[in-house]
T-cell receptor, first 113, second 115 residues
């Protein structure tokens, strides 16, 4: 199993550009999450999904959109990038069993100039 | 709302000694999970240890143990016999027992192990 994969690993955007961060998991997990980590801080929840076709906002959703058409994929869309979106983005998945941790992808480091 | 507090921005420890990283939490949910993750300089999030709110015994995983004091709402991580490779950021996190099951993270503690 590859676990949770994210692409790209690094990206530099200009202000106003758009992009999609890809996230795929091969563990058949129902729950998937997007977090962002600003320098020197903990992770904050952007969006989450409890299954295919079901998504909802987390604590910091402004400027982002998500979709979940399959169990495996949970892309994060940035529209009109702003410098405040410079961050490291982590995708995670979770099977729903109380005694399992969330499995994190390697992260995408995004810089908006 | 759930909240995690880590009051130690940075800690130093000598190699082979034990160190305790503090974590306090606040929640009104009777069912929750507490986690510790390690983030080395390479950036990935590495799961270390989990404690359920109904677990009677403190969790242990190798050199890691979680000192769970429910009445005090604390979940401190104890690392025994520190190694140079333990130098990293450490995050305490809490998962809601129902609903979205997302993690709420603390601000982290940077641990530096000195030879």
């Amino acid at each position: 199993n590859a676990g949770v994969t994210q692409t790209p690993k690094f990206r530099i955007l200009k202000i106003g550009q758009s992009m999609t961060l890809q996230c795929t998991q091969d563990m058949n997990h129902n729950y998937m999450y997007w977090y962002r980590q600003d320098p020197g801080m903990g992770l904050k929840l952007i969006y989450y999904s409890v299954g295919a076709g079901i998504t909802d906002k987390g604590e910091v959703p402004n400027g982002y959109n998500v979709s979940r058409s399959t169990t495996e994929d949970f892309p994060l869309r940035l529209e009109l990038a702003a410098p405040s979106q410079t961050s490291v983005y982590f995708c995670a998945s979770y099977p729903g069993n109380s005694y399992n941790e969330q499995f994190f992808g390697p992260g995408t480091r995004l810089t908006v100039l | 709302a759930q909240k995690i507090t880590q009051t130690q921005p940075g800690m130093f420890v000598q190699e082979k000694e034990a160190v305790t990283l503090d974590c306090t939490y606040d929640t009104s949910d009777p069912s929750y999970g507490l986690f510790w993750y390690k983030q080395p300089s390479s950036g990935e999030m590495i799961f270390l240890i989990y404690q359920g709110s109904y677990d009677q015994q403190n969790a242990t995983e190798g050199r890691y143990s979680l000192n769970f004091q429910k009445a005090r709402k604390s979940a401190n991580l104890v690392i025994s016999a520190s190694q140079l490779g333990d130098s990293a950021m450490y995050f305490c996190a809490m998962r809601e027992g129902t609903g979205r099951r997302a993690l709420t993270f603390g601000s982290g503690t940077r641990l530096q192990v000195q030879p």
